[in-house]
């Protein structure tokens, strides 16, 4: 008889002792020029990011310039007093670090990811692009060009077209909220270099900005490191500007953009809410996210997994622009697709779900899930120094205390069904929401009339 062979097995591993988590609080500072600056130690990160956060809203771009902004942003990596813009590039990759930048409602942003035995020389080069940016006129026209490029793209994108849409309908015309972010055609091919010159130097000092550095600062002398280059940035002195408040009309009401033929409507519903300053955040984004956070949500398993409609919808709050005195306001919104011939039922699902929310609740269950998910898995969402990073410059850019972030999860882990149930409702009212539509409106018009969800109208897709 052969003997059978015998295997020694490794013992089983086993679960830790549960750690308590909370998200890092950041060490705050100011250089000799102004420039306020947070920091934050991570052991073991050794790729550093940096945020800048520039006081330069879409606000205070010049009437006209829709977009300029954007172009000055762009153009801090394209070339500097001391390189060239292929020079620049070629700086920044042979220290193995990447540069992005970008302009929103609150300001101007520049990200910086470095290895933190590079961080010198990374931060020098960051340095060098916001004390002395070229902005070369050929530079700045390719940007322009590219931009030009790029907006016929956004319009023949469904979702893009659908959200440029929204923002028009629920803003005032004299908003700059009503207009795309990045600038109409019109506007763009209205910049040149002298138009960024002159933006720039009214609206970017280290006085009004703030720097956040994440990683392992290990046997880093980050205050003299600073000092050496961002504390080299000078400029006036300045003052934070005002903070608008923002005004939305919600009145119940549809928009179809028409694009004949179209397989698929791209939905987008929304109003617009409280920010992050206001006590019922925490609900709201426990109760958003139950409505149509995740698969399991109450809107992909009825239009998804029920009837077949969509493979997704999501449901979100996207702050717009933060004021501690409560004149800031978020985006609320419903997005996702749905088969031509199925628009109209689709959307009357979407409502009765609604509808069935404000009727009967949320459960513990559908509660418990999204605490799970929203808090549980947050140290893992942080693991990394950009995601930290990202989430400090939201704060400040937000106007909100060091401590925000680590506070939110404590209420979001306290917060109960019923006040989670009331926020959402209060988010999404049948009756108060702008519903944007693209697709065939000889098709979708009709049925979507029919529902009565509010005055349906029709406009070209451009």
């Given at each position: 008889?052969?003997?059978?062979?015998?295997?020694?097995?490794?013992?089983?591993?086993?679960?830790?002792?549960?750690?308590?988590?909370?998200?890092?609080?950041?060490?705050?500072?100011?250089?000799?020029?102004?420039?306020?600056?947070?920091?934050?130690?991570?052991?073991?990160?050794?790729?550093?990011?940096?945020?800048?956060?520039?006081?330069?809203?879409?606000?205070?771009?010049?009437?006209?310039?829709?977009?300029?902004?954007?172009?000055?942003?762009?153009?801090?990596?394209?070339?500097?007093?001391?390189?060239?813009?292929?020079?620049?590039?070629?700086?920044?990759?042979?220290?193995?670090?990447?540069?992005?930048?970008?302009?929103?409602?609150?300001?101007?942003?520049?990200?910086?990811?470095?290895?933190?035995?590079?961080?010198?020389?990374?931060?020098?080069?960051?340095?060098?692009?916001?004390?002395?940016?070229?902005?070369?006129?050929?530079?700045?026209?390719?940007?322009?060009?590219?931009?030009?490029?790029?907006?016929?793209?956004?319009?023949?994108?469904?979702?893009?077209?659908?959200?440029?849409?929204?923002?028009?309908?629920?803003?005032?015309?004299?908003?700059?909220?009503?207009?795309?972010?990045?600038?109409?055609?019109?506007?763009?091919?209205?910049?040149?270099?002298?138009?960024?010159?002159?933006?720039?130097?009214?609206?970017?000092?280290?006085?009004?900005?703030?720097?956040?550095?994440?990683?392992?600062?290990?046997?880093?002398?980050?205050?003299?490191?600073?000092?050496?280059?961002?504390?080299?940035?000078?400029?006036?002195?300045?003052?934070?500007?005002?903070?608008?408040?923002?005004?939305?009309?919600?009145?119940?009401?549809?928009?179809?953009?028409?694009?004949?033929?179209a397989v698929q409507?791209?939905?987008?519903?929304?109003?617009?809410?409280?920010?992050?300053?206001?006590?019922?955040?925490?609900?709201?984004?426990?109760?958003?996210?139950?409505?149509?956070?995740?698969?399991?949500?109450?809107?992909?398993?009825?239009?998804?997994?029920?009837?077949?409609?969509?493979?997704?919808?999501?449901?979100?709050?996207?702050v717009l622009r933060?004021?501690?005195?409560?004149?800031?306001?978020?985006?609320?919104?419903?997005?996702?697709?749905?088969?031509?011939?199925?628009?109209?039922?689709?959307?009357?699902?979407?409502?009765?779900?609604?509808?069935?929310?404000?009727?009967?609740?949320?459960?513990?269950?559908?509660?418990?899930?999204?605490?799970?998910?929203?808090?549980?898995?947050?140290?893992?969402?942080?693991?990394t120094a950009a995601?930290?990073?990202?989430?400090?410059?939201?704060?400040?850019?937000?106007?909100?205390?060091?401590?925000?972030?680590?506070?939110?999860?404590?209420?979001?882990?306290?917060?109960?069904?019923?006040?989670?149930?009331?926020?959402?409702?209060?988010?999404?009212?049948?009756?108060?929401?702008?519903?944007?539509?693209?697709?065939?409106?000889?098709?979708?018009?009709?049925?979507?009339?029919?529902?009565?969800?509010?005055?349906?109208?029709?406009?070209?897709?451009?």
């Amino acid at each position: 008889m052969t003997e059978l062979a015998t295997m020694d097995f490794h013992p089983q591993p086993q679960a830790g002792d549960a750690r308590p988590w909370a998200f890092p609080a950041p060490e705050r500072g100011t250089l000799d020029n102004g420039l306020t600056v947070l920091r934050c130690h991570r052991p073991g990160q050794q790729v550093v990011a940096v945020e800048v956060l520039l006081d330069a809203p879409l606000e205070a771009e010049p009437a006209g310039l829709d977009g300029v902004a954007t172009i000055m942003a762009r153009a801090f990596s394209e070339g500097t007093d001391k390189h060239s813009a292929e020079e620049f590039a070629a700086e920044l990759e042979r220290c193995g670090a990447t540069l992005d930048m970008h302009a929103d409602h609150p300001g101007v942003r520049l990200s910086l990811e470095v290895p933190a035995s590079r961080l010198p020389k990374g931060l020098g080069l960051l340095a060098d692009a916001l004390r002395a940016p070229a902005f070369a006129d050929s530079e700045v026209e390719r940007l322009v060009r590219n931009r030009l490029d790029e907006i016929p793209h956004e319009l023949a994108n469904p979702s893009r077209r659908a959200a440029k849409e929204l923002s028009k309908e629920l803003f005032p015309a004299s908003s700059r909220m009503s207009r795309p972010r990045q600038g109409t055609e019109e506007t763009v091919a209205g910049i040149d270099s002298a138009a960024v010159r002159a933006f720039y130097e009214k609206h970017v000092r280290p006085a009004t900005a703030t720097v956040v550095v994440v990683g392992d600062l290990t046997g880093v002398d980050l205050d003299a490191l600073l000092g050496d280059t961002l504390g080299a940035w000078t400029g006036s002195p300045g003052q934070v500007r005002p903070v608008p408040p923002v005004v939305a009309d919600d009145t119940g009401r549809v928009v179809i953009v028409d694009r004949p033929g179209a397989v698929q409507t791209q939905l987008l519903i929304g109003r617009v809410g409280p920010d992050r300053h206001d006590r019922v955040w925490a609900a709201q984004v426990l109760g958003t996210y139950c409505l149509g956070g995740t698969l399991t949500s109450r809107l992909d398993r009825v239009l998804r997994e029920e009837k077949g409609y969509t493979y997704g919808v999501r449901s979100f709050g996207q702050v717009l622009r933060s004021a501690p005195d409560g004149s800031g306001a978020a985006m609320l919104a419903i997005s996702g697709s749905v088969d031509t011939p199925n628009t109209g039922p689709a959307l009357e699902d979407l409502w009765k779900v609604l509808r069935t929310l404000a009727a009967e609740g949320l459960t513990d269950a559908e509660r418990d899930v999204a605490v799970q998910n929203l808090v549980g898995v947050a140290p893992l969402k942080y693991e990394t120094a950009a995601a930290v990073a990202s989430t400090l410059a939201d704060q400040v850019e937000q106007h909100l205390p060091d401590h925000y972030q680590a506070d939110l999860y404590r209420q979001l882990a306290a917060t109960g069904t019923v006040e989670a149930t009331a926020a959402v409702v209060s988010a999404f009212p049948g009756d108060r929401l702008v519903t944007v539509l693209v697709g065939d409106a000889a098709q979708i018009k009709a049925p979507v009339e029919a529902l009565g969800i509010g005055e349906v109208s029709v406009v070209a897709a451009e």
